[in-house]
């Protein structure tokens, strides 16, 4: 049972456009959200994370946004950029408990 | 520069040898995890470990082992390895309490088994 789905599986997305992976959770008892980036030939790094109690968070050109009825948080990338090229995965869990991670969206900036 | 250090990066061997993935880390975290990821497929959690002389088994049944006999260092080892331990394994360790779920990861122990 994959409690946390995430889609696209792969994002083609032009220099300067928008990127927008999304993801669904099933435990409604989850109260973190992770998103981790991973560029080829390393391990995954945090980038932005939130919790249920706002419903966005902002660091620079990546946005978290949260919707908890409907049980699914978005990242959102502004003005995309070829550096930005990597694999992105979404997680969820339990505060202080392991990370459920989604499978992951490779995502392909075009100049 | 990387806190957590992960080696081989790459290994190649024949079914039935045994192998060693050592991880080491310098942040003086409690807590280290093993994943096991696949392309296309979401990381899967085989062991974690609280602390010094404690293992856990996680989500995803694993033929491999662990041992946590220093804090720094979690060691993961299978005794005869077949080509389905093909896979990319990666080591990642966090604080305990309120900085648990921020995980910092390895570069990754890619395993070819022939």
């Known amino acids: 049972q994959q409690q946390v789905k995430q889609s696209p599986q792969s994002l083609i997305v032009q220099k300067g456009g928008i990127s927008i992976i999304n993801c669904a959770y099933e435990n409604t008892a989850f109260d973190y959200f992770p998103w981790y980036q991973q560029f080829p030939g390393k391990g995954p790094a945090l980038l932005i994370a939130i919790r249920p109690d706002v419903s966005e968070k902002k660091e620079g050109r990546f946005t978290i946004s949260f919707n908890k009825s409907a049980k699914q948080f978005s990242l959102h990338i502004m003005d995309s950029q070829p550096g930005d090229s990597a694999t992105y995965f979404c997680?969820?869990?339990?505060?202080?408990?392991?990370?459920?991670f989604g499978k992951g969206t490779k995502l392909s900036v075009i100049p | 520069e990387a806190d957590i250090y992960q080696t081989p990066r790459y290994l190649v061997i024949g079914t039935g040898k045994k192998i060693t993935l050592e991880c080491s880390q310098t942040?003086?975290?409690?807590?280290m995890y093993w994943y096991q990821q696949d392309p296309g497929m979401e990381l899967h959690l085989i062991h974690y470990?609280?602390?010094?002389?404690?293992?856990e088994k996680g989500d995803l049944s694993s033929e491999s082992t662990v041992s946590r006999i220093r804090t720094e260092h979690f060691p993961l080892t299978l005794e005869s390895a077949r080509p389905s331990h093909t896979s990319q394994y990666l080591c990642a360790s966090s604080e305990a309490g309120a900085g648990a779920n921020v995980l910092t990861f390895g570069a990754g122990s890619r395993l070819t088994v022939l």
């Open positions: 942040m003086g975290h409690d807590k």
């Open positions: 470990s609280y602390g010094v002389n404690s293992t």
């Open positions: 997680a969820a869990s339990l505060f202080g408990y392991q990370l459920t």
